[in-house]
């Protein structure tokens, strides 16, 4: 189960942009093991700048598999951003939920966001990060 943030979204829906990432997406859409989270389609589609952009995003989104935020997932976030806090880091609470949706879902969080390596190095969260290659190209 591979859950894409928006990090790499980003990369995936342009293009030309970043071919690897973009490449690495795609394969995992063609066998089905792509997850989101609402926060990730929120992310998404307020960026669009059409309507027609804004339908087109949210069918393909419709078709993910969507990992559930329950309560006990509201739950975990709180607790990892309180833990986080008391490492001295101060990680936006929208990556604080993406994460604690990974963690709980034993899910690998495809990612182009340096908050999520950080969060990786203090807690169980399993990461494919494309940080370093996307700061190389750029």
Same mark, same amino acid.
């Given at each position: 189960?591979?859950?894409?943030?928006?990090? @790499?979204?980003?990369? @995936?829906?342009?293009?030309?942009?970043?071919?690897? #990432?973009?490449?690495?997406?795609?394969?995992? !859409?063609?066998?089905?093991?792509?997850?989101?989270?609402?926060?990730?389609?929120?992310?998404?589609?307020?960026?669009?700048?059409?309507?027609?952009?804004?339908?087109?995003?949210?069918?393909?989104?419709?078709? #993910?598999?969507?990992?559930?935020?329950?309560?006990? !997932?509201?739950?975990?976030?709180?607790? #990892? @951003?309180?833990? !986080?806090?008391?490492?001295? !880091?101060?990680?936006?609470?929208?990556?604080?939920?993406?994460?604690?949706?990974?963690?709980?879902?034993?899910?690998?969080? #495809?990612? @182009?966001?340096?908050?999520?390596?950080?969060?990786?190095?203090?807690?169980?969260?399993?990461?494919?990060?494309?940080?370093?290659?996307?700061?190389?190209?750029?």
């Amino acid at each position: 189960m591979i859950l894409v943030d928006t990090s @790499a979204w980003i990369f @995936a829906l342009r293009k030309n942009l970043f071919i690897k #990432l973009k490449s690495r997406i795609d394969h995992l !859409l063609e066998i089905d093991n792509v997850f989101t989270l609402g926060m990730i389609r929120l992310e998404l589609l307020g960026g669009t700048k059409t309507k027609e952009e804004f339908d087109r995003l949210k069918n393909r989104l419709d078709a #993910l598999y969507e990992i559930s935020t329950d309560a006990k !997932l509201w739950s975990s976030a709180g607790q #990892l @951003a309180f833990d !986080l806090q008391r490492k001295g !880091l101060t990680i936006p609470y929208t990556d604080i939920l993406i994460a604690s949706a990974a963690i709980q879902s034993k899910a690998i969080l #495809l990612h @182009a966001d340096s908050h999520f390596d950080l969060i990786a190095e203090q807690t169980e969260l399993k990461v494919e990060s494309y940080v370093t290659q996307v700061q190389e190209e750029f």
